[in-house]
């Protein structure tokens, strides 16, 4: 069996579109050559589901809005409402309700984040949570209580599982375990500045449309749908929250700057990027964690 060939066959895979089930089919062969339990045992979980929902890994534990279906005295229809769960004392019952652990096969997910298209993926509350929720309520009877999840968090664990096999696979090559048909570079200071000189300070969005660089003209999709725009509101929403519990005052003003530019009339994803990035270097809060679950989110819809 040749490892290197089902190597670059995974990567071509990973670069090329092709669906998790294909990669994960060819991981397992890759893990049955390499013979290494856990990472048969992961690839395994990633294809069949992991059977402890509370044991799954970070990236599959998925931020969500959480809404209350209400029944108010005197009024003749239910009423929904958004759950502020950051006013739950109880902080168990915080994470309970605004975490989903989602435990089912990673081509269910990318399944789930196609067919979902703009709609949210809306899921009851463990009942366990209802108490809680009814609390904020005072002069309300709680019927229900249901967790909303945007279809990019199902898009951000396909693309992060993809990116796990990926990086497993470099590391390997890194390691002299295998050799893929990737050549280092003779000089890798001068690839560094190369780097520095052309993509973070030679290119400059002119606003219309286009991408300069020195004389070279590039025409760049760069603004946003507006079913783009309203995913990402509902995802910032929750950023804007965990940010604001932040001390860093460069944070917040990179928070600011990232709104202002969602706000705009034609919002530009390379500054939306640019913001996010920033942010996820700069949070080193207790929320970090969750801010940077949020913006692999973001950066899924940015794609």
């Not at 435990?103 to 269910?108: D, K, L, V, Y």
């Given at each position: 069996?040749?490892?290197?060939?089902?190597?670059?066959?995974?990567?071509?895979?990973?670069?090329?579109?092709?669906?998790?089930?294909?990669?994960?089919?060819?991981?397992?062969?890759?893990?049955?050559?390499?013979?290494?339990?856990?990472?048969?045992?992961?690839?395994?979980?990633?294809?069949?589901?992991?059977?402890?929902?509370?044991?799954?890994?970070?990236?599959?534990?998925?931020?969500?809005?959480?809404?209350?279906?209400?029944?108010?005295?005197?009024?003749?229809?239910?009423?929904?409402?958004?759950?502020?769960?950051?006013?739950?004392?109880?902080?168990?019952?915080?994470?309970?309700?605004?975490?989903?652990?989602?435990?089912?096969?990673?081509?269910?997910?990318?399944?789930?984040?196609?067919?979902?298209?703009?709609?949210?993926?809306?899921?009851?509350?463990?009942?366990?949570?209802?108490?809680?929720?009814?609390?904020?309520?005072?002069?309300?009877?709680?019927?229900?209580?249901?967790?909303?999840?945007?279809?990019?968090?199902?898009?951000?664990?396909?693309?992060?599982?993809?990116?796990?096999i990926l990086n497993f696979i470099l590391q390997l090559d890194k390691a002299g375990e295998i050799?893929?048909?990737?050549?280092?570079?003779?000089?890798?200071?001068?690839?560094?500045?190369?780097?520095?000189?052309?993509?973070?300070?030679?290119?400059?969005?002119?606003?219309?449309?286009?991408?300069?660089?020195?004389?070279?003209?590039?025409?760049?999709?760069?603004?946003?749908?507006?079913?783009?725009?309203?995913?990402?509101?509902?995802?910032?929403?929750?950023?804007?929250?965990?940010?604001?519990?932040?001390?860093?005052?460069?944070?917040?003003?990179?928070?600011?700057?990232?709104?202002?530019?969602?706000?705009?009339?034609?919002?530009?994803?390379?500054?939306?990027?640019?913001?996010?990035?920033?942010?996820?270097?700069?949070?080193?809060?207790?929320?970090?964690?969750?801010?940077?679950?949020?913006?692999?989110?973001?950066?899924?819809?940015?794609?």
């Amino acid at each position: 069996m040749d490892i290197n060939k089902i190597c670059e066959e995974i990567i071509a895979d990973i670069t090329g579109k092709a669906s998790i089930s294909e990669i994960l089919l060819k991981a397992q062969i890759l893990s049955s050559a390499l013979g290494i339990q856990e990472f048969k045992q992961w690839v395994s979980n990633e294809q069949r589901g992991y059977d402890k929902p509370l044991e799954v890994p970070i990236y599959r534990q998925l931020r969500c809005n959480v809404t209350a279906l209400l029944t108010i005295p005197f009024h003749a229809t239910q009423t929904e409402m958004n759950v502020p769960v950051d006013a739950i004392q109880h902080r168990g019952a915080q994470q309970m309700l605004s975490t989903v652990y989602y435990s089912e096969p990673a081509i269910e997910a990318e399944r789930v984040a196609v067919i979902s298209n703009e709609s949210l993926i809306r899921k009851p509350t463990p009942a366990m949570g209802h108490q809680f929720v009814q609390e904020l309520f005072h002069n309300a009877h709680v019927e229900a209580v249901y967790q909303d999840l945007s279809p990019s968090s199902f898009s951000s664990l396909v693309e992060t599982v993809k990116s796990m096999i990926l990086n497993f696979i470099l590391q390997l090559d890194k390691a002299g375990e295998i050799e893929l048909t990737l050549s280092p570079p003779i000089n890798k200071e001068e690839v560094s500045k190369v780097f520095l000189q052309t993509i973070t300070n030679s290119i400059v969005n002119n606003g219309e449309g286009k991408i300069e660089a020195d004389n070279i003209i590039m025409l760049s999709p760069d603004t946003l749908s507006e079913s783009d725009v309203q995913v990402l509101k509902t995802l910032f929403s929750r950023l804007n929250v965990l940010i604001g519990e932040e001390k860093d005052s460069m944070l917040k003003e990179t928070a600011a700057d990232l709104n202002s530019e969602l706000q705009s009339p034609t919002p530009r994803k390379s500054l939306i990027k640019k913001s996010l990035a920033i942010i996820k270097g700069l949070a080193m809060g207790v929320a970090s964690s969750e801010i940077a679950t949020i913006i692999n989110a973001a950066l899924g819809v940015l794609q």
